[in-house]
């Protein structure tokens, strides 16, 4: 028995699997698939391969990092079909330009389980690399630079994420294009430690339950993080850098998770809650945003603990008859423009901070009352009810705010200004 077993570990063993060294020539690579077996690898050449390929089997595609592989503008470049394949140090160009068909630099088809695709660089394809179905897929430190030649609506995405449970996105860079990460009905996913830029969204969720956003940079997007349709998601350490409308969006988005976060210098808001429930915001820091954070449409069952408020024009915008208490055990958040007092020392502020009063509520609904904001009428509307909280017409209130901010380890992240 023990040689029948040594024999089966050695027909199992990759000491069986070839090396091909593919020629630099049109064809090449599919006329070398045809003869290769599972768990070869194939190395090209340096130089520009003309064709489209498909991966139908477990083989390892190996650019070396000075391979390049032109779709010549016809559908996806790479499509890989089958289990436990692995693309890695390519230079991807060439793919078509339809939506319909979601022309990609490298596609991950529903027949694929487990593709790593790593080290690539995907430049000018209509979809980076399109995980369509595929279970368990790894995407990891590939450099993906998408289309600048139409409106940004109009490209397509850095990675787009449809039904495929168990997909992880690391540490890759995606620039220009559309969104960095597109995700539509898919759940369990992992997007960490990857920088977008220049994008109209950094990562963008449709539908997409029990998932992690985690570590990742968002810089000069038009929005960095929005999580629309789902639930159970976890936001955690996350920075967002002068994007243009909001770091961070929910919408319809509930018993979640927003933590660690850094948000600073979005010429819009910070963090913009629509019609989303039951969600923690906490450890976030907040910081030089024309709002700070902005509830609307009955987003209700929100802790809001921990959080630094740091120089935003407008530190909350929410409005409603009756008031919200944004603290919890006897913790709140810092206010910077709160002139608060501390006598016992304990690190929280005697007095309860309320952001806004009645004249907040006029300016919001008549944006023309701006001009009256140095009339002595307001003054003294604003003075009496600083003096008689009674007259403040409700909205939000944090009994218990902190003394000083506590920045986020995510801060580490941010070594310059803006």
């Not at 968002?218 to 929005?223: A, E, V």
């Not at 609307?296 to 407008?314: E, L």
């Not at 810092?334 to 006029?362: C, K, L, Q």
Request: hydrophobic share 40%; with cysteine.
């Amino acid at each position: 028995m023990r040689w029948l077993l040594s024999l089966l570990i050695v027909f199992a063993s990759p000491v069986w699997a070839t090396e091909w060294d593919v020629p630099l020539r049109a064809g090449a690579i599919a006329d070398i698939l045809d003869r290769a077996a599972a768990g070869d690898t194939l190395l090209l050449r340096p130089g520009t391969y003309k064709e489209t390929v498909v991966l139908d089997q477990p083989v390892i595609l190996d650019g070396r990092g000075h391979a390049t592989i032109d779709g010549q503008g016809s559908g996806s470049v790479i499509t890989v079909t089958g289990d436990d394949v692995v693309v890695t140090g390519i230079t991807v160009i060439g793919s078509g330009s339809s939506h319909e068909t979601i022309d990609a630099g490298i596609k991950l088809t529903k027949t694929a389980k487990s593709p790593k695709i790593q080290g690539n660089t995907l430049k000018g394809n209509l979809v980076g690399i399109d995980i369509h179905g595929a279970k368990e897929a790894l995407v990891a430190g590939n450099t993906i630079e998408g289309r600048q030649d139409r409106h940004m609506n109009a490209r397509g995405n850095g990675v787009y994420v449809w039904n495929a449970p168990g997909a992880i996105v690391e540490r890759n860079s995606v620039r220009w294009g559309r969104d960095g990460i597109f995700v539509n009905s898919s759940k369990k996913n992992i997007f960490r430690d990857n920088l977008f830029r220049d994008l109209r969204f950094a990562v963008h969720y449709m539908y997409a339950d029990k998932s992690e956003v985690t570590g990742n940079v968002s810089i000069g997007n038009h929005l960095g993080y929005a999580v629309m349709f789902s639930t159970r998601v976890k936001v955690l350490d996350n920075v967002s850098i002068s994007d243009r409308d909001h770091g961070v969006m929910m919408n319809y988005t509930n018993k979640s998770i927003i933590s660690g976060n850094v948000v600073k210098n979005a010429k819009g808001k910070c963090t913009f809650l629509y019609n989303s429930n039951k969600n923690e915001f906490s450890g976030n820091w907040f910081e030089g945003c024309g709002i700070g954070i902005h509830f609307t449409a009955g987003s209700d069952g929100n802790n809001i603990v921990g959080n630094s408020f740091v120089g935003n024009r407008t530190q909350v915008k929410y409005v409603s008859t009756k008031w919200v208490e944004w603290s919890v055990a006897g913790k709140g958040n810092y206010w910077s423009d709160f002139a608060a007092y501390d006598v016992d020392g304990d690190g929280i502020a005697d007095t309860t901070y309320r952001p806004n009063d009645s004249m907040d509520h006029v300016l919001w609904t008549q944006p023309a009352a701006k001009l009256l904001l140095g009339s002595p009428a307001v003054q003294l509307v604003r003075w009496s009810q600083s003096t008689f909280p009674a007259l403040l017409p409700g909205g939000v209130m944090d009994s218990h705010p902190l003394m000083q901010p506590v920045r986020p380890a995510a801060s580490e992240k941010v070594p310059y200004d803006g």
